[in-house]
C-alpha cells in the first residue's frame, strides 16, 4: 500500500505525528467489526504499518538512508546494554525499522559488508585499552605466545582470568581473524579453508569458550547479536570452523531450529554439518553396524581393487543410501572406485532401493569396461616362424638399412638412426630389423612396413602409458584422439578398426602436426627407456561419472541411450568411435577422481 | 452471567466483572474455603464422591489418594487418568474445575453462570484449545471465547490505569507452561504484536528439578522405594512445592517429608536448586528471542517486562529475567489474579458493559497454519510430506489468506488438502488439523490448480475454503480433527456422566477440608500420634452425623487445633 493511499484508508491528512496515525487506526479499528469485516481489518493494518513508515523516514531520513544493519552491535561489554549505548553515542537503528535479525548468512560466499562492520566498530577501541596489536602471521604468532597478554591464558587454559585480560569483543575478533583472515599459505585451487592447526584450534576454542560464556550471561538482545554473528562466521569458514562447532550449538540451540521453517540458513547449513560430523564420528568406532561398510568405502582402492571380503552388501547399499540422503558431503571421504565398484547392481538388486533412485538422475554414472586390452602381441617375429636364412647382397643389405632408416626417421624423427635405437632400446631396434626381414620375404612394399613398425611402436608407447599412467598416459591418449580423429576421415570402420585392433589403415592419413607431436613424445619416451616389449596388462573397468557422460552428449550430439551403448561397446561403428573420442577430450579436460582410472581402460 | 476463568495448571480461578457508577471493575470470586485460587486437582473419595481443589490436594500424597492434578500438561492428548475405579480425560477433569467455579460464582451471586471466557497459554495448539472448549461446554458453560494468558494479563495490566503503554513484554510462567507476548496500547487498542511460548515448561518442573536433585541423599535407606510409586512422587512433588516457596525468602530450606511415620528430612541450598534449575531458565530465552525477533522489536525499546504466573514468584527466575532484559521486571500485578481478572474483563467487552465502551484487543496466531504438499526434488525424486505455511506465525487475527497449488500426477482426479500447524518443514513435525478431499477434472501434470484459502478468526477457529478455478466448485472445511467428531457425537452422553458424579456438597467443603488433612496427617504418622489423630476425627466425625453445628464448630476447631501443631513440629 502507499502511503497515499494510506491516508484515505486512515481518513486523515498526510501527517508526520505518530499519535494521530494511532489515534485515526484507533477510530477507525474501533468503528468496525474486525471478524465481519476481516479484509478491511488487513487493509486498515496495512495503511497504519504504511503511515507510520513514512512517519519516521519523515524523523530522521538520515538514518534510515544510511541504515546499517550491524551499526552499534559492536562490543558487547560486561556491563551490558546500558554501558554499550554509553560508549557508543551513535545511537541504535530504530528498531522497527531494524532488519539485522533476519540477516542470516548466506552459507558461504564473500564476507559480508555487515560482518566488517561488527569487527571495524571494534577496532578504534582496540589501541587504546588493551593495546591489543593488529593481526599477526601465524608464524610470529606462535612464538609471541609467551608476548601476548591474551593468547597465553587460553593456550593455558585459565579462561577464568582471561576474561579479566581481554573483553568479549576482543575475543570475537580474536576468533573472527582465527577462523577467517589468518590464513596460512595454501595451495591454488584449493577451494576450502584450511583447518585449523592444534594451537589454533586451541585458541579458537579458547576464544569461542569466551565468547559463549559472554553470550549466556548477556541480555537477549546481545545473545541474538552473538548468535547470528557466530552462526554467520562458523558458516563462512566452514571446514576450519569445524572443531568449534558442537560447543556453539549447544549454547545457542541452533538444533532445537533444525527442520523448521524459519531456520535461518547459516544454522540450516552449519545443523546438516554438525549431523555429519557426528555421523563421522560414531561409524568410525568399530561397534558401529555400518563401521565395516564405512571402512570399505573408504579405504584407498588401486586398480584391480575388489571389494571387501568381509562387507555386507545390504550395510553398504545402507550407508551409501543414508550418506546421500542425510550427509551428502560426506560422500567425498568414500573413495570413488570402491563406490563404483559398489554402485554396479547387483543381479536382482537392479531397480530396487537406492540404485533405481540412482538411476533417475539426469545422467547416471556408466560403468566403463575395456573391451580389448589385446588385439595382438608384438612378440618378436620369431615366435611364429624363424625367418628364412636369406643371403642378402650388400647392395640389398644397404637398401634395407635405408627402409630401416628411413622408417626410424619417419617415426622419430631424422635425429633418431638405427644405431641410435640400438642404444637406446636394442629389442626395438631388433624389431624393426626383423620385421624388414619379414617384409622383404613376403614380399610388402616399403610403405606396409613402415605402416608395420609405426602401428608397434604407437602400441608400446600406448601400453607403457598404461602402465606409467600420470602426463604420460594423459599425452598418449591426447596423441591417440588424434589418431582416431584422423581414422575416422576415413570412414568410421577405419576408426574402430585402429581402436579394436590397433592397426592403422594405410588409406588414413595423419596430418603432420599429429606425426611431429607423436615424433616428439615417441623420443621423449625412447629416451626416458618406455619403449621395451609391452607388458600384459588385465582388462579394467571404470567409473564414468553422469558428469562425463552429459558432457560427451554434448561434443557429440549423440542421443543418451546411444552414448551409453557406445560405451558399453554396442551400436553403430561411427557412434563409438565419436563417444570414445568425446570421451577422451572429456576426460583429459576434467579433474575427477576418476579421470586416471577412465584413461586407462580407453 | 458472562464469568472470567483462569484455568490453570497448578491453580485456577474465578472472576467476573462488575459494573459500578465509575466504570467497573473486574473482581474474584473466593471458592467455598474463602480463597481465590482453586487448586487444579480433583480426587475421588472411596464412596464414589468427586472433591475439587484444596481438599483434593490434600489427599494427593495419600494411600488411596486417587487425585490428579497438573492435567491441563494432557489437554488436546487422549491419555486417561484412573482415579479410583473411574478413568477420566484431562478436559473432564478439567470440566470438573470448572464446574467447582461455576459453583463458586453461584453461590457468591446467587445466579449460575452460563457463559466464560476461558483463557489458555497463548502457546496452546489447536487440539489444546479445542480440548479446553470441551472442557466448558461438559461444565455447561458456553464458552463465548478462548483468550491467550498472556494477553489476558496484559488487559488487566494495562487497565490498571488506562495509560499508553509503548510495546511491553509479558513474561507468563505458570505451572506448567510458559508463554511471551508482546503488547501495546494505545488508544484504548490493546494490539498484541508477538506471542512465543513453549507449553512444556512451568513451575511444576522446578519442582521435579528440586526432587530429583535430594532424592538419593534424603532417602539413603531406600525407603520411598518401598511404597507405591505414584505416591512417592507426590511425597516428594509436594515437599518440593513447600522447599521451592521457602527458598524464595531464605538461601536455604528444609526438604521434608514424613512418610508412614518416619520423617525424612535434608536442606536445600539457593545455589544447589539454580544449579539444578540451570537447564530451565536456559529454556526461558528461546521463546523471548523469538517474539521479539517476530514482532521486530528491540529489547531495549521495551516499555516494561511484565511477570504473570507464581513460577515468576522465584528469585532465580527473576535474576535470569534481569539479566535477559538488563533491567528489573515489573511485578505490580498480582501473578496468580491478573490472567482470570483479564478474563474477566474480556467477557465485559464481549458483554458490552459500561466503561469498557472504547476497548479493542487484537491478538495474533501464534502457529504457522498450512498444507502438505510434495515436490519433485532436484534429483528427479518426488519429496513428500513437505509444509507449505498459508498463514505465518504471529499474523494479526482475523486473517484469510491464500495460496495456489496444483496436481502433480498426471490424470489426477482429487487433490487431498491435509491440514497443518506447527513450525516444522516437513509435515511429520506437525499437528495435524484435518483434510479435505477435492475431486479435480482429469487433466495432464500441473494443468489443474487449486485456491486454498484460509480464515483465522479471532477465537482461533480455522475454516478453509478451496475453489477450482476450472470447475468453479467451491469446498469449505470447518477445521474438525477426528477427535473433535467423535467428542461432538458423546458430548452429551459425557456431560450427563459428569453431572451424575455425586459432588460434596458446597456447603461441607470446609469439614471436607479438614477431613481430607486429618487422613493426610493419620498416614503420616505412627503409633501414639496416628492414634490422636484418629480418635480426633472420630469424634468429628460423630460431630457431623449429629448435625449440630455447635458441637460440629468445636470438633473441627479442637481437630484443626491438633493437626495445626502437628505440621508446624512434627514428633520425631
Known amino acids: 500500500m502507499t502511503p497515499s493511499q494510506a491516508w484515505t484508508v486512515l481518513k486523515i491528512a498526510k501527517t508526520p505525528d505518530v499519535a494521530a496515525i494511532r489515534r485515526a487506526y484507533a477510530e477507525r479499528l474501533k468503528a468496525m467489526d474486525i471478524d465481519r469485516d476481516v479484509d478491511g481489518y488487513a487493509r486498515l493494518r496495512e495503511a497504519r504499518d504504511a503511515a507510520l513508515r513514512w512517519a519516521r523516514m519523515q524523523a530522521k531520513p538520515e538514518a534510515e538512508e544510511e541504515f546499517d544493519p550491524f551499526a552499534g552491535i559492536t562490543p558487547l561489554d560486561e556491563e551490558g546494554p546500558g554501558a554499550e549505548a554509553d560508549a557508543h553515542p551513535e545511537a541504535a537503528p530504530e528498531p522497527e525499522a531494524s532488519s539485522w535479525l533476519y540477516a542470516a548468512p548466506a552459507a558461504s560466499g564473500e564476507a559480508d559488508p555487515s560482518l566488517t562492520t561488527r569487527l ?96 549466556e550471561t548477556a541480555s537477549v538482545t546481545a545473545f541474538d547479536e552473538i548468535d547470528n554473528w557466530l552462526a554467520r562466521i562458523l558458516a563462512d569458514a566452514w571446514p576450519r570452523s569445524a572443531p568449534l562447532l558442537e560447543p556453539a550449538a549447544a549454547v545457542f540451540g541452533w538444533e532445537s531450529e533444525r527442520g523448521q521453517v524459519s531456520e535461518r540458513p547459516a544454522v540450516a547449513f552449519l545443523n546438516a554439518r554438525l549431523r555429519g560430523l557426528r555421523f563421522r564420528e560414531k561409524v568410525q568406532d568399530p561397534q558401529h553396524p555400518l563401521h565395516k561398510a564405512w571402512a570399505e568405502l573408504t579405504k584407498p582402492a588401486q586398480q584391480g581393487s575388489r571389494k571387501g571380503w568381509f562387507v555386507k552388501r545390504a550395510d553398504v547399499v545402507q550407508l551409501l543410501d543414508g550418506v546421500r540422503k542425510n550427509f551428502p558431503e560426506l560422500e567425498h571421504h568414500f573413495d570413488p572406485w570402491r563406490v563404483a565398484l559398489w554402485d554396479k547392481p547387483e543381479g536382482d538388486d537392479v531397480g530396487t532401493g537406492w540404485f533405481s533412485k540412482g538411476r533417475l538422475w539426469l545422467f547416471g554414472a556408466i560403468i566403463l569396461i575395456q573391451i580389448l586390452r589385446f588385439a595382438f602381441a608384438d612378440r618378436a617375429p620369431d615366435t611364429s616362424a624363424p625367418p628364412p636364412p636369406v643371403t642378402l647382397s650388400a647392395a640389398e643389405i644397404a637398401q634395407d638399412g635405408k627402409i630401416i632408416g628411413d622408417a626410424i626417421a619417419a617415426i622419430f624423427g631424422p635425429e633418431i638412426t638405427l644405431e641410435g635405437l640400438k642404444s637406446l632400446q636394442p629389442d626395438l631396434a631388433a624389431l624393426f630389423s626383423a620385421n624388414r626381414t619379414i617384409a622383404r620375404s613376403d614380399g610388402s612394399d616399403e610403405a606396409a612396413y613402415r605402416a608395420k613398425v609405426h602401428d608397434l611402436v604407437r602400441e608400446r608407447m600406448y601400453m607403457t602409458a598404461l602402465v606409467e599412467k600420470g602426463p604420460l598416459l594423459a599425452d598418449v591418449q591426447r596423441l591417440r584422439a588424434d589418431l582416431y580423429r584422423a581414422a575416422r576421415k576415413a570412414g568410421a570402420a577405419q576408426c574402430m578398426a585402429f581402436i579394436r585392433t ?37 582388462p579394467g573397468n571404470a567409473k564414468v561419472p553422469g558428469e562425463l557422460v552429459e558432457k560427451v552428449i554434448t561434443l557429440t550430439g549423440i542421443p543418451d541411450e546411444r552414448v551409453r551403448k557406445a560405451m558399453n561397446g554396442k551400436g553403430s561403428d561411427a557412434d563409438q568411435c565419436a563417444v570414445t573420442i568425446a570421451l577422451i577430450d572429456a576426460t583429459l579436460g576434467w579433474k575427477g577422481k576418476e579421470r586416471e582410472g577412465i584413461l586407462s581402460v580407453l | ?123 496452546f495448539n489447536d487440539r489444546q484449545r479445542k480440548a479446553t472448549r470441551r472442557a466448558g461446554e461438559l461444565a455447561g458453560l458456553t ?315 479471532s477465537s482461533g477457529l480455522l475454516e478453509v475454503d478451496v475453489e477450482v478455478p476450472l470447475t468453479g466448485t467451491k469446498h469449505n472445511l470447518m477445521i474438525i480433527d477426528e477427535e473433535d467428531r467423535k467428542a461432538a457425537k458423546d458430548l452429551d452422553a459425557r456431560r450427563k456422566a459428569l453431572a451424575a458424579l455425586k459432588h460434596h456438597p458446597r456447603e461441607e467443603a470446609t469439614n471436607q477440608m479438614l477431613l481430607a488433612r486429618a487422613e493426610r496427617c493419620y498416614e503420616e504418622f505412627l503409633g501414639d500420634v496416628r492414634a490422636v489423630v484418629g480418635d480426633r476425627t472420630s469424634q468429628f466425625v460423630a460431630a457431623l452425623d449429629s448435625q449440630d453445628p455447635r458441637r460440629i464448630a468445636d470438633a473441627a476447631a479442637d481437630l484443626s487445633g491438633l493437626l495445626d501443631m502437628l505440621e508446624a513440629h512434627p514428633p520425631l
Open chain 1, 120 to 215: 571495524s566498530g571494534a577496532a578504534p577501541k582496540l589501541d587504546v585499552t588493551t593495546g591489543f596489536s593488529a593481526a599477526q602471521a601465524p608464524a610470529q604468532q606462535a612464538i609471541a605466545v609467551a608476548r601476548d597478554p591474551f593468547t597465553r591464558p587460553v593456550l593455558l587454559g585459565l579462561e577464568a582470568t582471561s576474561d579479566a585480560v581481554m573483553p568479549a569483543w576482543a575475543h570475537e575478533q580474536a576468533l573472527y581473524r582465527l577462523l577467517l583472515t589468518d590464513l596460512p599459505e595454501q595451495d591454488d585451487g584449493q577451494d576450502d579453508l584450511p583447518p585449523l592447526q592444534g594451537w589454533e584450534e586451541a585458541m579458537a576454542l579458547g576464544h569461542l569458550k569466551a565468547v559463549l560464556r559472554h553470550a
Open chain 1, 502 to 538: 590397433r592397426r592403422l589403415d594405410r588409406q588414413v592419413v595423419v596430418p603432420d602436426a599429429v606425426l611431429s607431436a607423436e615424433r616428439k613424445l615417441a623420443v621423449r619416451m625412447l629416451d626416458a627407456h618406455q619403449l621395451g616389449p609391452p607388458q600384459r596388462i588385465a
Open chain 2, 143 to 457: 464458552v463465548r471465547r478462548l483468550i491467550n494468558e498472556p494477553t489476558a494479563a496484559a488487559l488487566a495490566f494495562g487497565l490498571q490505569d488506562k495509560e499508553e503503554r509503548e510495546p511491553f513484554l509479558v513474561f507468563d510462567l505458570g505451572g506448567g507452561t510458559f508463554d511471551v507476548s508482546i503488547v501495546e496500547m494505545f488508544e484504548g487498542i490493546v494490539e498484541v504484536r508477538a506471542s512465543a511460548g513453549d507449553n512444556r515448561l512451568g513451575g511444576d518442573d522446578f519442582n521435579s528439578a528440586i526432587a530429583t536433585a535430594v532424592r538419593g541423599r534424603l532417602d539413603p535407606d531406600g525407603l520411598l522405594g518401598k511404597i507405591d510409586e505414584r505416591r512417592t512422587e507426590a511425597l516428594l512433588l509436594q515437599a518440593a512445592e513447600r522447599t521451592k516457596r521457602a527458598l524464595s525468602d531464605a538461601q536455604e530450606a528444609e526438604f521434608a517429608l514424613t512418610v508412614d511415620g518416619t520423617r525424612l528430612s535434608t536442606t536445600v541450598t539457593a545455589s544447589e536448586f539454580e544449579a539444578q534449575a540451570e537447564g530451565l531458565i536456559k529454556r526461558l530465552r528461546d521463546p523471548v528471542v523469538r517474539a521479539l525477533r517476530d514482532s521486530q522489536i528491540d529489547a531495549a525499546s521495551l516499555s516494561e517486562v511484565v511477570l504473570v504466573g507464581g513460577a515468576t514468584r522465584m528469585p532465580l527466575v527473576r535474576k535470569a529475567i534481569t539479566r535477559l532484559f538488563g533491567r528489573f521486571p515489573n511485578s505490580t500485578i498480582h501473578p496468580d489474579h491478573a490472567v482470570a481478572l483479564g478474563a474477566a474483563i474480556q467477557g465485559g467487552l464481549i458483554a458490552r458493559d459500561g466503561g469498557l465502551e472504547e476497548i479493542r484487543i487484537t491478538d495474533v496466531c501464534p502457529f504457522t497454519l498450512g498444507i502438505e504438499t510434495a515436490e519433485h526434488s532436484t534429483r528427479g525424486t518426488v519429496q513428500e510430506g513437505l509444509f507449505s505455511p498459508i498463514i505465518e506465525r504471529n499474523t494479526p487475527v482475523p486473517v484469510s489468506r491464500s495460496g495456489v497449488y496444483s496436481t502433480m500426477g498426471e490424470k489426477q482426479k482429487q487433490i487431498t488438502v491435509r491440514i497443518y500447524q506447527g513450525e516444522a518443514r516437513e509435515v511429520s513435525g506437525n499437528v495435524f488439523l484435518g483434510e479435505l478431499k477435492v475431486p479435480v477434472p482429469p487433466r495432464p501434470a500441473g494443468e489443474v490448480a487449486i485456491d486454498v484459502r484460509f480464515s483465522y478468526d
Open chain 2, 1 to 123: 452471567m458472562l464469568i472470567g476463568i483462569d484455568l490453570g495448571t497448578t491453580n485456577s480461578a474465578v472472576a467476573l466483572w462488575q459494573n459500578s457508577e465509575n466504570g467497573g471493575e473486574a473482581v474474584l470470586v473466593p471458592n467455598a474455603l474463602g480463597g481465590l485460587l482453586t487448586p487444579s486437582a480433583v480426587s475421588v473419595l472411596p464412596d464414589g464422591n468427586t472433591l475439587v481443589g484444596a481438599a483434593a490436594l490434600e489427599r494427593m500424597a495419600m494411600k488411596d489418594g486417587a487425585t490428579a492434578t497438573s492435567f491441563k500438561r494432557l489437554m488436546g492428548t487422549d491419555r486417561k487418568l484412573k482415579l479410583g475405579r473411574k478413568e477420566f480425560s484431562a478436559e473432564e477433569l478439567s470440566a470438573l474445575v470448572l464446574m467447582s467455579l461455576r459453583d463458586d460464582v453461584t453461590a457468591h451471586t446467587g445466579t449460575c453462570p452460563t457463559e466464560a471466557v476461558i483463557t489458555v497459554p497463548a502457546y
